[in-house]
T-cell receptor, first 114, second 116 residues
Framework: KAGVTQTPRYLIKTRGQQVTLSCSPISGHRSVSWYQQTPGQGLQFLFEYFSETQRNKGNFPGRFSGRQFSNSRSEMNVSTLELGDSALYLC?????????????FGDGTRLSIL | AQSVAQPEDQVNVAEGNPLTVKCTYSVSGNPYLFWYVQYPNRGLQFLLKYITGDNLVKGSYGFEAEFNKSQTSFHLKKPSALVSDSALYFCAVRDSSGDAGNMLTFGGGTRLMVKP
């Protein structure tokens, strides 16, 4: 069974640009969550989508948004990029939506802002 | 609110010796607890979870963890460390009450260094 796939693996952008990251969950998984990982702040929850609906959102500005498609694939978008957005963005998928199943992570997209 | 603390930034252990990586948590209701491991330039890999039942949970690669409700702890253990266990370890919690979905709160991570 294929794991969680994130594309692209690496991305370099400049301040003010926008970016879209993609995540394909494990087949059959309906929940997709996004996390930001930085050396200073650690792992922080961005948002979760379940059956195309956003269920929870972390404490991030409105520049961070996402969506989920009917095939459970998900995208996240960051607009008006800032230097502080440089991070590893991780996507995780889970079979259920009750929080008692493990999340399976992709290898992430490393975003660098110049 | 839910929170996790990993009090040690780094744990050093000799190969063949037992290892412990500490984790304490805080939730309003009952916790769902998870341990993940991260190797360089990779995502997080699931090791084990505690949802309910036996306090001692066994997971992948010989790891186990003990849930202690009175001490609100969920320490990760392994009887005999391998050099290949050297990695970054994360503890995570989700409050079983409320509608947090799959939102996990992670600890700051503990770097495990196993020396030959």
């Amino acid at each position: 069974k294929a794991g969680v796939t994130q594309t692209p693996r690496y991305l370099i952008k400049t301040r003010g640009q926008q970016v879209t990251l993609s995540c394909s969950p494990i087949s059959g998984h309906r929940s997709v969550s996004w996390y930001q990982q930085t050396p200073g702040q650690g792992l922080q929850f961005l948002f979760e989508y379940f059956s195309e609906t956003q269920r929870n959102k972390g404490n991030f500005p409105g520049r961070f948004s996402g969506r989920q498609f009917s095939n459970s694939r998900s995208e996240m978008n960051v607009s008006t990029l800032e230097l502080g957005d440089s991070a590893l963005y991780l996507c995780a998928s889970s079979l259920g939506g009750l929080g008692n199943q493990p999340q399976h992570f992709g290898d992430g997209t490393r975003l660098s802002i110049l | 609110a839910q929170s996790v603390a990993q009090p040690e930034d780094q744990v050093n252990v000799a190969e063949g010796n037992p290892l412990t990586v500490k984790c304490t948590y805080s939730v309003s209701g009952n916790p769902y607890l998870f341990w993940y491991v991260q190797y360089p330039n990779r995502g997080l890999q699931f090791l084990l979870k505690y949802i309910t039942g036996d306090n001692l949970v066994k997971g992948s690669y010989g790891f186990e963890a003990e849930f202690n409700k009175s001490q609100t702890s969920f320490h990760l253990k392994k009887p005999s460390a391998l050099v290949s266990d050297s990695a970054l370890y994360f503890c995570a919690v989700r409050d079983s009450s409320g509608d947090a979905g799959n939102m996990l709160t992670f600890g700051g991570g503990t770097r495990l260094m196993v020396k030959p």
